[in-house]
């Protein structure tokens, strides 16, 4: 996935915004909160930071392609990012990509207030 893809992607989740900052990078958000990055790659690739659950950190700190997100995951925060965008790999890497930016942006807005979530449209089952 390139920073396009990344950024239409995320632009198609419900009730998001976006902005360039922290050194030029992709800032998704969802109620004013951040729940994707797209930057901070240590090596020019395309890179992508994300929040999830608890067993998700887990699993995925130990997988190869992602690691614990700069900044967050030292800080206690379940962050992840996936910096594997081997060819050979891409379409799967894309398919998890969709799945972790979709439940990073769900653990987000279940954060939001219920008052901020109905103004949203999120949550509302």
Same mark, same amino acid.
């Given at each position: 996935m390139n920073y396009d893809e990344f950024n239409k992607y995320c632009k198609s989740l419900p009730a998001t915004t976006y902005v360039v900052q922290w050194g030029g990078s992709h800032v998704w958000k969802v109620g004013g909160k951040v729940f994707a990055i797209g930057g901070w790659s240590e090596d020019k690739q395309p890179a992508f930071t994300f929040k999830t659950s608890i067993l998700d950190?887990?699993?995925?700190?130990?997988?190869?392609?992602?690691?614990?997100?700069?900044?967050?995951?030292?800080?206690?925060?379940?962050?992840?990012?996936?910096?594997?965008?081997?060819?050979?790999?891409? #379409?799967? !890497?894309?398919? @998890? *990509?969709?799945?972790?930016?979709?439940?990073?942006?769900?653990?987000?807005?279940?954060?939001?207030? #219920?008052? !901020?979530?109905? @103004? *949203?449209?999120?949550n509302q089952s």
């Amino acid at each position: 996935m390139n920073y396009d893809e990344f950024n239409k992607y995320c632009k198609s989740l419900p009730a998001t915004t976006y902005v360039v900052q922290w050194g030029g990078s992709h800032v998704w958000k969802v109620g004013g909160k951040v729940f994707a990055i797209g930057g901070w790659s240590e090596d020019k690739q395309p890179a992508f930071t994300f929040k999830t659950s608890i067993l998700d950190f887990g699993f995925l700190s130990e997988s190869e392609g992602y690691k614990p997100a700069p900044y967050f995951a030292n800080r206690g925060m379940k962050w992840i990012q996936q910096y594997d965008n081997r060819k050979d790999r891409e #379409k799967e !890497k894309d398919e @998890e *990509l969709q799945y972790y930016l979709t439940e990073s942006h769900r653990l987000v807005s279940l954060g939001l207030t #219920k008052v !901020k979530q109905k @103004e *949203l449209g999120l949550n509302q089952s």
